[in-house]
């Protein structure tokens, strides 16, 4: 097999590669880049989530009773046919609070639990296609399997003494394999994911930001001196996308000494003799001509990575 | 369309004629459209859906592929590098919202018990008679190791103190254990049940589907193995209907919800195994997420034997009106799985 020409003629390349961003084909045909979410926010989500839970669970149930005993209705054991039956239906509930809890939150229009929400934290299906009602509910049901049923395991082993140990190292055993399971794959997937084809990746979001090249020092006219910044051919040649992009980058960040140090090595580079204190402006003038250069360029189906190419 | 660009947004085509750049009169001449559904997404987000306009709802997957259009042409034409940026964000944020779940938790499980769920029990398919066969293999061989040797009721039943359900126990001993306990509280009953060991066997033997199915076998035969004894054990002192009226009550309900399961663990490991045409893990996952589906309904099914054990058990004494309920529970849950094919029912994997 012939080998897949170095991709770094398209992309710019990066300073460092993360090593957790993911394309995804949307089904309209077009990549978009996924951030997975960092193992440690998930399980700081799902600590969050199971605190939220029991403090719910403790919170319902406590209002429950003190309404039982405010109406005089003796929900326990011994009460009378109506107050067992409330116990029954707040056992049931109990019982299932947890699935009701994961599945209400994802099911719901913000598609995240409060713990994953907190943490800028989604879910997603792998395929870039939809996700489906049915693969929440998988990836939801199975984290009973990583993770309930082990600890229950454990604890009741624990709470009967005998035959403790043997039991105790099963589940032990268990709970790890399920827990470590994220680390043994590039993608972070717990078992649930596997079986639901989802992963859970990062939903952040950010502003517009102002165009640069739209400005008033992008039309090249310097603060200081009312002069006009134009840059030859020869001079907007030298640098390619990754140079404009790190131009881009250093003119929104906007750090003085930042500015001085680029404007000194372009002209140093272009041959230009720089004047102190105008730096932001030749810095736009260079970033829009030097963008209308290669844009020009792209056009007609001319790139250039960077300076190298 | 163009009546919008050049006729109304007088000021945004002034705009448009100052930018130096065609990459910034494309940016220009979009942003609106960009803002607006970056403001419906913001509100999706903030689960203040229903503050959404009728239009606004309808305008989303346009707007959305609108998006992805420009995002399409901007990586094509444009090196605004936070441009990009935040169409990259913004795509990804109305993806979410036009890809999402379509239906909330309500609306599934109407679904979910409008044929959803028979549907998918059905779709496990041989998966359900294989279990069949092996619960029924292991009571069996639970029966036939006990009627050979005694003393294996105990590793089968597993060694508890203070049971007097033991071989050489007598008739009226363990006729006490099946009637006259309606003193007994229902409610501890109920509730001891459904945090019990016994009902997360069938989770178990679901888990277990992921190494192939294997255990998930062993499992379903070890724990009918242990029925098997059981059956021997008052078959001996010619209580057999009675025992079986006594398990059946709850008994049709709760190993029902044990087969689904073991089926449901033997029809992911069989998926893994012998994958067929797809990769292993889709294999997995489409079997997985069927399975899933399948268990949601045998956790609703635990309950429902743990109600009936708690106290329908203990308010009937009568072995003929206990077999009748189980009998009945049996040919339900038969008909609502195997008979109940409403049209309407749509089953993805």
Known sequence: ?309 | MIARWFGKNAGQDAAVEAAALRSDRFRQAREGDWQRLDAIVTRIEGGRLRKLSDDDLLALPALYRTVVSSLAIARETSLDQALISYLEGLARRAWFAVYGPREGLGAWLARFFRGGWSAAVRGLGRDLLIALAVMVLGTVVGWLLVSSNPDWFYSLMGGMGDDVRVPGATREALRHTLFGQQDQNGLSMFAAFLFSNNAQVSLFAFALGFAFGVPSVLLLIHNTAGLGALLWLYHGQGLTLDLIGWLAIHGTTELFAILLAGAAGIHIGRAMAFPGDLPVLTAAAVAGRRAAQVMVGVVLMLVLAALLEGFGRQLIDSTTTRLAIGGTMLALWNAYFFAYRPARARVSN
């Open chain 1, 1 to 309: 097999m012939a080998r897949r020409p170095r991709s770094s003629a398209q992309v710019p390349r990066r300073p460092a590669p993360d090593r957790r961003q993911r394309q995804v084909v949307t089904p309209e045909g077009v990549p978009l880049p996924f951030t997975i979410g960092a193992r440690g926010a998930r399980a700081l989500a799902l600590l969050l989530d199971q605190i939220l839970i029991v403090a719910t669970m403790a919170g319902l149930s406590y209002l429950l009773f003190s309404l039982a005993r405010a109406i005089n209705l003796k929900a326990n054991a011994s009460g009378d046919f109506v107050g067992q039956a409330v116990v029954v239906v707040w056992v049931v509930v109990m019982f299932l609070f947890r699935h009701i809890w994961f599945l209400y939150f994802e099911l719901g229009p913000r598609g995240a639990t409060p713990g994953k929400r907190a943490l800028g934290l989604r879910v997603a299906a792998r395929d870039g296609g939809r996700l489906t009602t049915e693969a929440v509910v998988a990836r939801n049901f199975l984290r009973d399997i990583e993770l309930t049923l082990p600890v229950i395991f454990v604890s009741t082993a624990l709470i009967q003494g005998e035959d403790a140990t043997v039991a105790g190292w099963a589940g032990a055993a268990w709970f790890l394999i399920f827990a470590f399971f994220p680390f043994f794959n590039r993608d972070a997937l717990r078992a649930g994911d596997v079986v639901a084809g989802t992963w859970v990746v990062e939903a952040g979001r950010d502003r517009l930001k102002a165009a640069l090249s739209t400005g008033a020092g992008a039309q090249g006219r310097s603060t200081l001196t009312e002069n006009r910044y134009e840059f030859g051919e020869a001079e907007l040649a030298i640098y390619g996308e990754y140079e404009l992009q790190v131009l881009e980058r250093v003119l929104r960040e906007n750090r003085e000494e930042a500015m001085v140090d680029v404007a000194q090595a372009i002209c140093a580079k272009i041959g230009w003799n720089s004047g102190r204190g105008d730096e932001r402006a030749f810095l736009e003038a260079y970033y829009t001509q030097l963008r209308a250069h290669l844009e020009r360029g792209m056009r007609f189906g001319q790139r250039k990575a960077d300076k190298f190419s």
